[in-house]
C-alpha cells in the first residue's frame, strides 16, 4: 500500500517562502502549520489553498510517497 504526506517543505524550500509566511496565507498559526505537515488527513479546502499558494499545476505535486517499515 502507498502512503503520501504533503511535501510543505519541499516547496516552500522552491519558493523561499517561510513557515510563519505560508502559515499566514492559509489562515493559521504557525503551530496548526507544523500539525498540518504530519497529519494522516488534510481537508480539500486546505489541498486546494495549498496548490493556489505554491502555483502547483496539479494536485499531485503537493504530495510525496513515503515509505513506512
Not at 504533503?6 to 523561499?16: E, M, Q, V, Y
Not at 480539500?44 to 505554491?54: G, H, R
Request: aromatic fraction near 4%; charged fraction near 30%.
Amino acid at each position: 500500500m502507498k502512503t503520501y504526506r504533503l511535501a510543505i517543505d519541499k516547496h516552500l524550500r522552491k519558493t523561499g517562502m517561510s513557515n510563519a509566511e505560508l502559515a499566514r496565507r492559509l489562515g493559521m498559526s504557525s503551530g496548526n502549520l507544523s500539525m498540518l505537515k504530519t497529519r494522516d488527513t488534510v481537508s480539500l479546502k486546505t489541498v486546494a489553498k495549498l496548490i493556489d499558494i505554491f502555483e502547483l499545476d496539479h494536485m499531485e505535486e503537493l504530495f510525496e510517497e513515503i515509505h513506512i517499515k
